[in-house]
């Protein structure tokens, strides 16, 4: 999947931007669409895109596109989706729950951890507050392929480390 940078289109316009997905086989373009950022229309933030695995099961890996900086229930409570790898179709969708998380800033695909079949994926939130205490402790939370329900929530320890800035598969 390749995306362009999503141009300006004015204040208080949201940015778009394109994804290909591209053939390695051959160079080409298989699919493209234009796609909404809903972040902030001046901000410097750029969506993020991991690939995740099989999560529908079809037989074709998927990708994720994380939205940090999306207003949804409050500023920059971030977004990330997942879509189809083989037509874009839009699978799951999950919004951030508080202002300033930046959910969707990291992505990353687990693989089978629930052993259904679908590959399951993680979504970090780095400056989530911490339930216990009001500090920005950072969440990462994992989900099932199968039906998009919350597998596990790890949270951070400490204030200010921004735990789940960024996620690997090692």
Excluded: C
Aim: charged share 15%.
């Amino acid at each position: 999947v390749v995306s362009d940078s999503g141009a300006y289109r004015g204040p208080n316009i949201p940015r778009e931007y394109r994804l290909n997905v591209v053939s390695l086989a051959s160079g080409t373009v298989v699919w493209s669409f234009a796609h909404p950022y809903a972040g902030s229309s001046s901000s410097s933030h750029q969506p993020i895109i991991e690939a995740v695995g099989d999560v529908n099961a079809d037989g074709f890996d998927d990708f994720m596109v994380g939205e940090p900086t999306y207003f949804g229930v409050a500023p920059r409570s971030g977004r990330a989706k997942v879509f189809s790898g083989i037509d874009g179709a839009i699978l799951f969708v999950f919004d951030g729950s508080a202002a300033f998380t930046y959910f969707g800033g990291s992505l990353v695909g687990l693989g089978d951890v629930n052993s259904d079949g679908h590959a399951d994926f993680a979504v970090g939130a780095p400056t989530t507050l911490h339930t216990s205490g009001g500090t920005a402790n950072g969440e990462v939370f994992a989900y099932s392929g199968l039906d998009g329900s919350v597998l596990f929530v790890l949270s951070g320890i400490s204030m200010r480390y921004a735990f789940g800035y960024v996620l690997i598969n090692a």
